[in-house]
């Protein structure tokens, strides 16, 4: 009886860890996922003459959170159509006809200025959007309009 006793004793704990070793290495595993990125803010842009856009890169995300930097800066543009597009039809259905990426980009609340004379576009129009790294593109800027280059 005794003997029962003491083996009985020994195989609790030992059941107990057998059980516990699965359970711990069941867990999720590879890289923590990060937190997405809100898209960043529009920016601020004003045409300088024909050719040059001045623009002002945002400090902040859509949320209200300062951004540590901006990865690409797009020009999209649309052809000329009867009414003057907003900026996300534009955004939508615009293509990408110029980018400048990092590193010759300014910081975060730093004005920048993109002298658009290669661009051989008929009359229409064009839109600015800032991307942050991951490829999230933020809101676009205010449509501006891009006359015939023949001028």
Known sequence: ??????????????????????AIHCGRKGDPIPRP?????????????LRRVRMVLPAADIKGDSLVGID???????????TKPTSEEV????????????????????SLTLDLKSLQRPQGWIVLVAVRLGNVPGRPSDVLPWLDPNL
Do not use: H, W
């Open 72 to 82: 690409i800066v797009r020009v999209l543009y649309l052809p000329l159509s009867l």
């Open 1 to 22: 009886m005794m003997e029962r006793m003491i083996s009985s004793r020994l195989a609790n704990p030992l059941i107990a860890i057998t059980l516990c070793v699965p």
């Open 37 to 49: 990125r809100a898209a960043a803010k529009a920016m601020v842009v004003q045409l300088e003459g």
């Open 91 to 110: 955004f939508s259905r615009g293509e990408v006809v110029l980018e400048r990426r990092r590193p010759d980009l300014p910081g975060p609340g730093e």
